[in-house]
């Protein structure tokens, strides 16, 4: 009975998944699913990324509550939509939608970054109409995330490893955290980055340009 | 509808839990139900807290997948039983009444430690039968987590602030924490610690073991 609830959920989801990706590409735009722990620096990741990339950039902020993360965003001078779920563990296609609305032109011509709620589990079940997700993942919460969250590591394209100045002071095995991201997605890319320092900053953002130049053989 | 299903499934725990609770009480044992993200330290607090305690002590160890945490804990020859949800996002009273089933009389004139799967939202909704919750924060994780995921704070008897070691290395406003944690549970009690290095292990297993003793009027 349950089951049934939750794939009706999926389903309905996915339909409107379809149509996000739909107004997307109308508008020319990409947009990035980033996905990770509370306290994995996604929102430092976002800002840190934007202001390498010389491409049009938004950003929708999800949180369960507050608007903490799209003042820090909007600081920097982003335009930034906040979606408060109000509980919910994940964003879905819906609020999407409404974001994308309340965004108007501002999300032409752009890459959309997607700040999905503080969460490993819930968010990877869920297609908000991404053209990719991204998970970070930070060196202090550990080398053995991959193993005990494998979905979102295994539906990621990129796998972003942050913090990584903190390396030294933790103990963290990276073959380790390697071998469990590849293991699941062998396809999958791995940035190494500290979104605070910059490091890893100018590989990922070359790569991100060049899937936005693809998208539209620009 | 969909909160109609979320409402039963809600009782339905609470039937349970009110079970788990009676089962535990007979057993002369407590249970405590930790919660925090991906990371936060939880199994290494677990661990360093049973060493510093001098009662017997049993652990049921909750994750999406895998037996990672149910091998660390076994390695200290702490008797354990590992549960997985298989997707699930938190742990439910039903899971915790077959983990006793399974402890039997190991979970006697013990404390209970349930770790709950990685998560700080969804966990907060459902109670396992447990005499109290702790909610485990980490240094690195930021000091916004009350202000972002306020319902595991506001439910929490417990924060404890763990990697305390890390603060020196990052960004972190300790007063603001406080304030958040306070705010929401003006009789909440803090305690900071180091799962590695053991600072702060003291305070926290003297006031632990006072619940345990108060519980039986031992």
């Known amino acids: 009975m349950e089951i049934k609830v939750i794939k009706d959920v999926l389903e309905a989801n996915n339909y ?5 990706k739909e107004e997307i590409a109308k508008r020319q735009a990409m947009m990035i699913n980033i996905i990770g722990s509370p306290g994995a620096g996604k929102t430092s990741f976002i800002v840190k990324t934007i202001q390498y990339l010389d491409i049009k950039s938004v950003v929708i902020e ?37 974001a994308l609305q309340e965004l108007s032109s501002s999300a032409e011509n752009a890459i959309i970054f997607v700040e999905n709620v503080g969460n490993l589990i819930c968010p990877a079940s869920f297609d908000i109409g991404e053209d990719f ?69 100018k590989e990922w953002t070359r790569w991100l340009k060049l899937q936005f130049m693809k998208k539209f053989n620009r």
């Open 62 to 98: 999800g949180d369960v509550t507050s608007d903490i993360d799209s003042r820090k965003v909007a600081e920097f001078g982003i335009p930034v939509v906040q979606v408060n779920t109000g509980g919910g563990c994940h964003l879905n296609a819906n609020i999407i939608d409404l």
């Open 16 to 20: 409107i998944a379809c149509k996000v």
């Open 133 to 201: 997700k991204v998970v970070i993942s930070s060196i202090p919460e550990g080398h053995d995330k991959p193993y005990k969250y494998p979905a979102i590591f295994e539906k990621a394209k990129v796998t972003v490893l942050n913090k990584i100045d903190l390396m030294k002071y933790v103990d963290f095995n990276k073959d380790y955290f390697y071998e469990g991201v590849l293991t699941l997605n062998p396809k999958g890319h791995i940035f190494e980055v500290s979104s605070i320092l910059g490091d890893g900053m």
